[in-house]
């Protein structure tokens, strides 16, 4: 699955370099790593893989300890304490804002400022650390290159390039001095190439965000068919009204239509 060769070939996506890994990795994410041979050898399927006669390993920053030997990883625990430290700095504080600041440039993320703002500030704050704990130090642990180094600078390295200008440099003498330092090691520039520094800080891109998120096509509604209007139907006949009960006419008294007497009967 894997041998052991000076670096990782440059065409490995950050997330696998992160460490520089000193190993060849074979396989691609989302591809092989979904075979049942794969899945066998390693059950969470991650990529990069390290196959040997002693036991497989699945993990970056696993198969980096290994194979880097203790000139990379520490040749005491204290060293490798710290060592461990910087690594698990740049990938929980690190990697997360510089996704958010990088993804927008890569059309992976839209434009939202107020979590590119937050990012800016977590990413400033990890930034003034490290440009203080570099002040008199020319590596991050001991006197010679380390993972830790290795890792750090790969984080850094697409800000460097596409988003850290002269200007932004100008606040992290400390640190750009080490990124350089590192980046620029024979070791690490035959497997990624040279690392040119921001001339001018890549923005949000609106068209490629759009071609690397294409809307779904709507689809048609299949047109309903219309029913034949139904023809009113006549109203039923009206029931005719039942007959009301004729009044009794009220009998006439006897002596009704005589005309009304003279006779005052005072007078009389």
């Known amino acids: 699955m894997a041998k052991v060769s000076p670096m990782l070939p440059a065409e490995l996506p950050v997330l696998c370099v992160k460490a520089v890994v000193s190993t060849q990795s074979t396989g691609t994410m989302g591809v092989t790593n979904q075979t049942p041979e794969f899945a066998a050898k390693f059950p969470f399927k991650q990529v990069p893989a390290f196959e040997s006669s002693a036991g497989n390993i699945g993990d970056t920053f696993s198969i ?30 690190l990697f997360p804002a510089a996704c958010q600041i990088l993804y927008p440039c890569w059309g992976l993320m839209p434009n939202n400022k107020n979590v590119i703002s937050k990012a800016r500030e977590q990413f400033d704050g990890y ?20 993972l830790a180094d290795l890792t750090v600078a790969m984080y850094l390295r697409d800000m460097y390039n596409m988003i850290l200008d002269e200007g932004a440099r100008a606040k992290y003498t400390n640190v750009t001095r080490w990124f350089t330092t590192i980046i620029n090691q024979d070791e690490v520039t035959r497997v ?7 001339t ?42 039942a007959e009301q009960p004729k009044k009794e006419e009220k009998k006439k008294k006897p002596f009704a239509d005589l005309a009304q007497p003279k006779l005052d009967m005072d007078s009389f």
């Open 200 to 241: 001018k800080p890549a923005q949000f891109d609106a068209k490629l965000f759009a071609a690397n998120h294409p809307k779904p096509a709507k689809q048609e509604k299949p047109k309903q068919e219309q029913k034949p209007k139904e023809t009113a139907k006549p109203k039923p006949a009206a029931a005719p009204a």
């Open 64 to 93: 980096a300890s290994l194979v880097g030997g203790s000139a990379l990883r520490g040749d005491d625990e204290v060293t490798r304490c710290q060592i461990t430290q910087f690594m698990n700095q740049a990938e929980t504080s």
């Open 127 to 146: 930034m003034s650390a490290l440009e203080g704990y570099l002040a008199d130090k020319t590596y991050l642990v001991g006197e010679a290159v380390t």
């Open 192 to 198: 990624i190439g040279t690392t040119a520094l921001c």
